[in-house]
């Protein structure tokens, strides 16, 4: 292989391995686990939908057919939570939720939140899964 197209290919590389890099900055994801023996876990993918916008993706294994299950973005961790939400989020159902809430990626990453699920609107009090955001 000549010079040049040594120099091509690495620096193709190198342009691929920044380009898969910076596709990874803008989305994460956090792992949902069972709460008050639900048997409900799954995952919550958060991707970045503008400078202050992130679409938040719920699957859910174990979940009631049909639903609602109300889910929320609170501030706090899986641990302590705080009971008031920060961002509500479409309810689950039939284990799937998709909603895109005001706040950047980022600060949702960093500023100490979590995403909890609850048993359905009667049952509010009862938490079926939760994930802390930014746990990865």
């Known amino acids: 292989m000549a010079f040049v197209e040594r120099v091509f290919a690495v620096t193709l590389s190198l342009l691929l391995f920044g380009a898969s890099f910076a596709l990874a900055a803008d989305s994460a994801t956090a ?41 929320h973005i609170h501030k706090g961790t899986c641990d302590k939570l705080d009971p008031k939400p920060t961002y509500p989020l479409s309810p689950l ?14 600060s949702l990453e960093k500023g100490g939140y979590a995403i909890n699920g609850h048993k359905s609107p009667q049952e509010v009090s009862t938490y079926v899964f939760c994930g802390t955001i930014g746990s990865m």
């Open 31 to 71: 792992k949902l686990a069972p709460q008050n023996n639900s048997g409900e876990s799954g995952t919550a993918t958060l991707t970045k939908a503008g400078d202050n916008q992130t679409k938040v993706v719920l699957e859910v294994k174990g979940a009631p057919s049909g639903g609602p299950q109300p889910v």
């Open 93 to 106: 159902v039939n284990g799937k939720s998709e909603t895109t809430v005001n706040a950047a990626l980022d």
